[in-house]
């Protein structure tokens, strides 16, 4: 999620221009998450066909906080990203608004996308 986060920065900083699709982001790093996935997390085990996995985050700077969420499906592929400005400043509840839009984002992608990575 980091990784997300970094890229979408370093593109939205670096012009005065509306921030980047999160989605279109988060593509473009799949390739160096498949590389680095068995690196840090070799024993990770595969999901089974039709079960998706959920990553959230939260992002803040002094002035403001977002959460992201992405969702993949059982074959790795990429197939929701979502992001929501915060406005509470307290990391508990941060974190807990993160999960509830990654669960958000698991209710609105459709079921057919849960298995051909489509969207």
């Known amino acids: 999620m980091d990784k997300v986060w970094d890229e979408r920065n370093r ?3 670096a012009s ?8 279109s982001v988060a593509n473009s790093i799949l390739v160096t998450y498949f590389e680095m996935k068995n690196k840090l997390l070799p024993d990770m085990q595969e999901l089974p066909d039709g079960w998706f ?4 985050d939260v992002a803040m700077t002094e ?3 977002w959460a992201a969420a992405l969702l993949l499906n059982h074959e790795g592929n990429l197939i929701g990203a979502r992001t929501r400005k915060l406005s509470t400043k307290f ?3 941060q974190e807990a608004l ?3 839009l990654a669960i ?3 209710y609105d992608v459709p ?4 298995s051909t990575g489509t969207q």
């Open 11 to 13: 593109i939205a900083h």
């Open 16 to 23: 005065n221009s509306n921030p980047p699709d999160i989605l």
């Open 53 to 56: 996995k959920a990553y959230f």
């Open 63 to 65: 002035e403001e906080s």
């Open 91 to 93: 990391l508990l509840e």
């Open 98 to 100: 993160a999960l509830e």
């Open 104 to 106: 958000e984002l698991a």
């Open 111 to 114: 079921k057919s996308n849960m």
